[in-house]
């Protein structure tokens, strides 16, 4: 199956750190994207994982597990115009396609 | 970076009516491009596969008689909701790996279509 899951909303204060989770079923699995969407708008690309780790870029973080089929992306010192929604989404092998998560709508607060 | 583009960004119009989405690469070449649709508060759900010079494929339970899809350049694949109905209200957004890329490439996607039938 396609299965990704991720929580459906979360909420953090300004100037914290929030981890959002997503899990997924490994089969055909190729690489792992995060994107970034605020209300009505298209997605905007964060991250892409394919090898175990951790890979930072500012602020963002982002966390792949293979064998346990698991990412994360990790926010620092939020902001308020981090609130959005958190798209997960991987790629099968041999294929662009991306399957997505339902998201994460992140609500940052003062 | 690879830039896509969508028009029309938004498309009110009555039921039975057919309504065309553009999506156009506009500095790279797309062999392939990506439909998706998203309902409210929803995540994106693949609609087809749109292939230069040939024929889409369409995810399950997606009608392809109704989302005619056309990809006659490297540049342009056109969605047709054909007989639009409220139930086809929805924001249809398009994507393009970019140029030359390999897997690791991103996708880029248009800034979406909004559609409001009536």
């Known amino acids: 199956g396609q299965n990704i899951d991720q929580p459906t909303e979360m909420t953090a204060t300004e100037g914290a750190i929030v981890q959002i989770n997503c899990t997924y079923q490994?089969?055909?699995?190729?690489?792992l994207f995060w994107y970034q969407q605020h209300a009505g708008e298209a997605p905007t690309f964060l991250s892409y994982?394919?090898?175990?780790g951790l890979e930072e870029k500012g602020r963002f973080s982002s966390f792949l597990s293979r064998s346990k089929g698991y990412s994360y992306l990790l926010l620092k010192e939020l902001q308020m115009k981090d609130s959005a929604s958190y798209l997960c989404?991987?790629?099968?092998?041999?294929?662009?396609?991306?399957?997505f998560g339902k998201g994460t709508k992140l609500s940052v607060i003062p | 970076g690879a830039v896509v583009s969508q028009h029309p960004s938004w498309v009110i119009c009555k039921s039975g009516t057919s309504v065309k989405i553009e999506c156009r690469s506009l500095?790279?070449?797309?062999?392939?491009m990506f439909w998706y649709r998203q309902f409210p508060k929803q995540s994106l759900m693949l609609m087809a596969t749109?292939?230069?010079?040939?024929?889409?494929?369409?995810e399950q339970g997606v009608e392809k008689d109704k989302f005619l899809i056309n990809h006659a350049s490297l540049t342009l694949s056109t969605l047709t909701v054909t007989s639009a109905h409220p139930e086809d209200s929805s924001f249809y957004i398009c994507?393009?790996?970019?140029?030359?890329?390999?897997?690791?490439?991103?996708?880029?996607f248009g800034p979406g279509t909004r559609l409001l039938v009536l």
């Open positions: 490994t089969s055909g699995f190729n690489g």
């Open positions: 749109s292939n230069e010079g040939s024929k889409a494929t369409y």
């Open positions: 994507s393009a790996p970019s140029a030359g890329g390999g897997l690791a490439e991103t996708q880029y």
């Open positions: 989404a991987k790629t099968g092998a041999g294929s662009y396609q991306l399957t």
């Open positions: 500095d790279f070449q797309a062999t392939t």
């Open positions: 994982n394919v090898l175990d």
